[in-house]
């Protein structure tokens, strides 16, 4: 039996209570990451109508990346361009060999520590993170515009 996505914390078993709580954890690793990088405004560049998390250009780095293109050679001489997550990718030099730093930051589904986390549980738990950001940035643009 499997257990519904949108599942009520009863209804889900112990273990996937945890696998919950570790893909949590990621998003706000990435979350963390997202502010330091981009400014406590990243989220204000996420289109939420648009997120997938396994498009690379609607993903979370695909939005929040600068929509520069990152012209690459290659030792043949071969030039292309990267935008959305490949850019991000290039730019924070963690090429496709280097999957565990985007996975371990929600970026990215696949294992880490022994956890495997699906594109489907990041969005979920991209976009009610995203929701919270949201209610707390407009909460606090309010009481300061109250002030």
């Given at each position: 039996m499997s257990t519904p996505l949108h599942a009520t914390e009863a209804e889900k078993s112990p273990a996937m209570i945890s696998l919950d709580r570790q893909i949590k954890s990621r998003v706000l690793q990435g979350i963390?990451?997202?502010k330091k990088e981009y400014g406590e405004d990243w989220v204000e560049h996420i289109d939420m109508k648009k997120l997938s998390l396994s498009d690379g250009d609607c993903?979370?780095?695909?939005?929040?990346?600068?929509?520069?293109?990152?012209?690459t050679v290659d030792d043949d001489g071969y030039t292309w361009e990267e935008e959305?997550?490949?850019?991000a990718v290039e730019h924070f030099n963690w090429h496709h060999s280097d999957y565990n730093t985007p996975r371990k930051l929600g970026f990215l589904d696949g294992e880490v520590d022994g956890v495997n986390a699906s594109f489907t549980?990041?969005?979920k738990a991209w976009e009610e993170e995203i929701e919270r950001v949201k209610c707390e940035s407009s909460a606090s643009t309010t009481s300061k515009a109250a002030s």
């Open positions: 963390e990451f997202l993903c979370i780095l695909g939005q929040v990346h600068p929509a520069y293109h990152s012209v959305g997550y490949e850019a549980a990041l969005q």
